[in-house]
């Protein structure tokens, strides 16, 4: 009697506990993680809050009814948008929340995938980290016999918001800053990585001291999307990671994000979080880690890493061959010539046919070196035309790029007249060994001294879903690491000939490991150098398109400030306008002497300059549109060299004088409290030695019309 009252009672306890249990699980749950000064606020699995604890400043205060934290898309293999199963955070059952404060794990057990009943889980985890920051990640378990991961938006957060005084950073090309994004229609960013349109994995929103980093700490270089938004009422900011997983859409294929996604708060601005990425790119990633800074790098010559100067030589005719001649020997500094239109095939078709070149070019090259200029011949290492030789005879066809659903991908330049050009995988063993013949020609043969890899660094990064290219299908790091073996062969075949051959790109994206980055796509006056904030000292480069004679001022100014090595216009001749040679003619040998700084050293948050500058208005020709600029006169940026020094590059674009007080944090600056002393590298004397005290480093001079100064300061003592 006793023992079954005994078991009655224990069978009414269990009942009345997994009745609690199913109340507390249904009830509102509040949890918190912190990391540092960083903050987040979650009500069940609804993101409310984002705060920097320190400052009290809030990037997230409250739910908003877009909110969704993560989608999961399944398709069938061939990707068939007809066949896609979405799921949103909000449509599916949170079963089970646990932890807080430095570690919370949300889960969402047994989600059907259309008439599939438990056919997925998804795990959320968001972990604290060192340095204030939090570490997010989202695993899928996917048990569906029909449908496989196709996309994974996470994390997806809605709701972000900075006042009308704060900015938005973000990785398109070498950066752009937006001032008052929220209000800022203009505002929005959707691109993949790796690609120069999305360019380095990090991007910012700051306001009154306070920054919000978020990133992807990714040392693969993994394929992925980043997008802002704004909300459908406009009164918000939404950012989302879209991750492609290896595998897309194979049914039963799990997917465990193997990255961080990063969210944090630090004090500052856009410049603050370029450094915070700085030093965890230059540390960690597969591209950076173990290099040492260009200064001291020993397999690059001291000539490459101090180059200023650039020419494009487009048409090879002798009457641009002699303008060039004269170019060089008119701006008297160490040049280098990028070689377009050398070979016989039509540009942009028959790729890679290139050799050989046109009867002509053994020549130019010779008198070029004679002038010790280096040269670099075009290649294309993207693409294959149909009519190449190599297309039937190595039935190139089967190494091409493949998406999902099996139809061609084809690129079409004005250019080429129209052909068919295909994408190549790089991560077939074809692609990557397609070089290394070619490159020993242009070596021995032409005697080059380094190669133009066109579109590689430029164009963004292409899911492949040929399973006979040896990766999985879709997504994954295969594109990068196919290229990075494609140019080790390169390298290799170049090095078996001579030492010291360079390689180049189109455009930058962080992963591929080139000598020097052509930046002529991103030169516009509404980006800002964020690239440099984060590479400067470990990479170089070169420059931008060179359209009109109005424009020219202004584009040279803003290649020396940004220690963008100077020239590469479209013209082969010298310029219309004496004023543009002779100003081209002193940024480039301001470049030069200003190497320590401009090429090996780090760029440093900007000067504040003041005075009664004049106005410098003009259109830049961006591609086809001409954007107005309205400038000050002045402008400025600031290096550390090395040796520790600092270095102030100045310009004046106007046809006048100009009388700028410069002013510098001693903490940006980083030197400490004692006595400066100044001197001019640059050109020599355009001011007196002086030394500098005070809480700032503060100075007047008086740069002449049109023209590129290099001020040093370092310690008295």
């Known amino acids: 009697m006793c023992f079954r009252s005994s078991v009655s009672i224990i069978l009414s306890l269990l009942s009345f506990l997994a009745v609690m249990s199913l109340f507390v699980q249904s009830a509102s749950q509040a949890s918190v993680v912190t990391s540092g000064r960083t903050r987040i606020d979650f009500n069940d699995a609804k993101l409310v809050g984002i705060s920097d604890h320190d400052s ?57 995938v259309g008439n599939e009943k438990n056919a997925l889980d998804v795990i959320v985890t968001i972990q604290s980290q060192k340095d204030s920051m939090t570490d997010w990640r989202i695993r899928v378990d996917n048990r569906s016999k029909e449908l496989g ?17 704060g900015q938005a950073a973000v990785p398109f090309g ?67 990671i879209t991750q492609l997983p290896p595998n897309m859409g194979v049914p ?47 397999d690059m010559p001291d000539w490459m890493k101090r180059l200023p100067y650039w020419i494009g030589f487009h048409e090879m005719t002798d009457e641009n061959m002699a303008a060039i001649e004269k170019n060089i020997k008119s701006v008297g500094v160490p040049a280098a010539v990028h070689m377009y239109h050398w070979h016989q095939i039509p540009f942009d078709t028959h790729y890679p046919d290139f050799w050989p070149p046109r009867d002509q070019i053994f020549n130019y090259v010779k008198r070029l070196h004679a002038l010790n200029a280096k040269v670099m011949p075009y290649t294309n290492m993207h693409l294959m035309d149909e009519q190449s030789v190599l297309w039937n005879k190595d039935e190139a066809w089967k190494y091409v790029v493949q998406p ?25 063993q074809y692609w990557q060994n397609m070089f290394d013949d070619l490159t020993v020609k242009l070596v021995r043969d032409l005697d080059c001294d380094a190669i133009y890899c066109d579109q590689v660094a430029c164009i963004s990064a292409m899911p492949c879903f040929n399973p006979n290219h040896s990766h999985p299908v879709g997504g994954g790091c295969y594109w990068v690491s196919g290229y990075r073996k494609l140019l080790e062969n390169v390298r290799k075949s170049a090095a078996s ?127 086809g549109t001409e954007l107005p600029i309205d400038w000050p006169a002045v402008q400025g940026s600031l290096w550390k060299a090395p040796d520790g020094s ?32 100044l001197t001019s590298l640059y050109p020599v004397g ?32």
């Not at 099996?406 to 991560?427: F, N, Q």
């Not at 796509?521 to 440099?532: K, S």
């Not at 102030?648 to 600056?669: E, G, K, W």
């Open 497 to 623: 000939v001579k030492k010291d051959v360079f390689l180049t790109t189109e455009s930058a994206a962080e992963p591929y490991d080139f000598d020097m980055y052509l930046r002529c796509n991103e030169g516009a006056p509404f980006l800002t150098p964020i690239w440099q904030m984060v590479y400067s000292g470990y990479r170089l480069s070169f420059g931008f398109y060179f359209y009109e004679d109005r424009e020219w001022i202004a584009k040279l100014a803003t290649q020396y400030l940004w220690g963008v090595q100077i020239g590469w216009s479209i013209t082969t001749g010298d310029e219309k306008s004496p004023e543009i040679s002779r100003f081209k003619r002193e940024c480039a040998r301001a470049r030069y002497a200003a190497s320590d700084y401009l090429a090996l050293g780090e760029m440093l948050r900007s000067p504040k300059l003041t005075g009664d500058f004049a106005r410098y208005k003009t259109t830049w020709r961006n591609f």
């Open 149 to 165: 991961v196709w996309l994974v938006k996470f994390p997806r957060i809605v709701g972000l918001s900075v006042g009308k005084t």
């Open 252 to 298: 039963g294929h799990n997917y465990v994000q193997p990255y961080p996604c990063i969210v944090g708060a630090i004090p500052g601005d856009w410049v603050n979080a370029a450094k915070f990425y700085r030093k965890w790119v230059l540390a960690n990633s597969e591209w950076m880690k173990g290099k040492q800074p260009l200064a001291k790098r020993t």
């Open 686 to 717: 355009i001011c007196p030695d002086a030394i500098i005290s005070g809480k700032s480093l503060k100075h007047t001079i008086t740069l002449p019309a049109q023209s590129a100064a290099m001020l040093v300061m370092r310690s008295a003592k």
């Open 404 to 428: 999902a659903d099996g139809k061609e991908i084809v690129e079409v330049w004005s250019s080429g007249t129209g052909v068919k050009l295909r994408p190549m995988c790089p991560a077939t």
């Open 174 to 240: 070498m950066g752009q800053v937006y001032d008052d994004p929220v209000h800022d229609t203009s505002f929005a960013f959707d691109d993949t990585y790796p690609g120069c349109l999305y360019s380095m994995q990090f991007a910012s929103l700051s306001d009154n001291g306070s920054c919000l980093y978020l990133a992807t700490h990714d040392p693969e270089a993994y394929i992925k999307k980043m997008r802002f938004a704004h909300t459908s009422d406009a009164s918000h900011i939404i950012y989302e």
């Open 646 to 677: 600092i270095g102030l590059a100045l310009v004046n674009l106007h046809s006048q004088p100009q009388t700028v007080t410069f002013d510098i944090s001693r903490a940006d600056a980083g030197i400490g409290n004692g006595a400066v002393k």
């Open 56 to 112: 009290g400043y809030s990037f997230l205060n409250g739910t908003s009814p877009e909110q969704c934290l993560w989608t999961v898309e399944l398709r069938k293999p061939n990707g068939d948008e007809k066949t896609a199963v979405v799921i949103d955070e909000p449509k599916a059952a949170l079963t089970s929340i646990r932890g807080g404060g430095k570690r919370l794990v949300l889960t969402w057990s047994g989600i059907a």
